[in-house]
């Protein structure tokens, strides 16, 4: 069964120090990849995405993720964080060219510490 | 500008009643789906709809009604039925295939008192 696994629920970070939010999939074939963000009390809105091509992608607010096929990993990153990047971060996974169904990770809660 | 609303924001019944949450969009997707969030359980998907006048359960859909009668709106209706409904709801959409993501609403708090 297609699975997308966020190793950790809750991360405190310092603000102006790095991130990287983990994200792991089991997938038989090649995927599209997502990580989307959520404020509290709001939807989710898109970060990036990746389908095909360069392995690193760029997204909004200064985050970047890169995709390791040899990993099954797609991990999130930003190099200095602010304190407005509290939120949940949620990757998800669809297998390419079967649809639009996403499969979602459980959320990883970041906070930032002053 | 495109997107997708959802109404209200803040919702309360009491214990025993149906409501409908209400979900529009004008992006022109053909699929539309419902979550539910609780803290700490991420998003459990309820109905999904592909196309207009089609839809099919998720994995929480027990307590839980819906209709796709125009492809812009897909209703949800939280019955009598559904034993735990205080939860926040989130509506999103896509287009038919090809990877492209979700659009998601800004999510209807119901609180059942």
């Known amino acids: 069964a297609q699975s997308v696994t966020q190793p950790d629920i809750h991360i405190t970070v310092s603000e102006g120090a790095s991130l990287e939010l983990r994200c792991n999939y089991s997938y038989g074939a090649t995927p599209y990849l997502f990580w989307y963000v959520q404020s509290p009390g709001q939807g989710l809105q898109l970060l990036l995405k990746?389908?095909?091509?360069?392995?690193l992608v760029q997204g909004i607010k200064g985050f970047e993720a890169e995709f390791k096929r040899s990993q099954s990993s797609f991990n999130l990153r930003k190099p200095s964080v602010h304190w407005s990047d509290a939120a949940e971060y949620f990757c998800?996974?669809?297998?390419?060219?079967?649809?639009?169904?996403?499969?979602f990770g459980g959320g990883t809660r970041l906070m930032v510490k002053p | 500008d495109g997107g997708i609303t959802q109404s209200p924001k803040y919702l309360f019944r009491k214990e025993g009643q149906n409501v409908t949450l209400s979900c529009e969009q004008n992006?022109?997707?053909?699929?539309m789906y419902w979550y539910r969030q609780d803290p700490g359980q991420g998003l459990r998907l309820i109905y999904y709809?592909?196309?207009?006048?089609?839809?099919q359960k998720g994995d929480i859909a027990e307590g839980y009604s819906v209709s796709r009668e125009k492809k812009e709106s897909f209703p949800l209706t939280v019955t009598s039925a559904q034993k735990n409904p205080t939860a926040f709801y989130l509506c999103?959409?896509?287009?038919?295939?090809?990877?492209?993501?979700?659009?998601f609403g800004s999510g209807t708090r119901l609180t059942v008192v």
């Open positions: 709809s592909q196309i207009v006048n089609d839809f």
């Open positions: 998800a996974v669809v297998e390419g060219n079967a649809g639009n169904m996403l499969t």
């Open positions: 999103a959409s896509s287009i038919a295939s090809g990877g492209s993501g979700y659009t």
């Open positions: 990746y389908f095909s091509g360069d392995t």
């Open positions: 992006l022109n997707h053909d699929a």
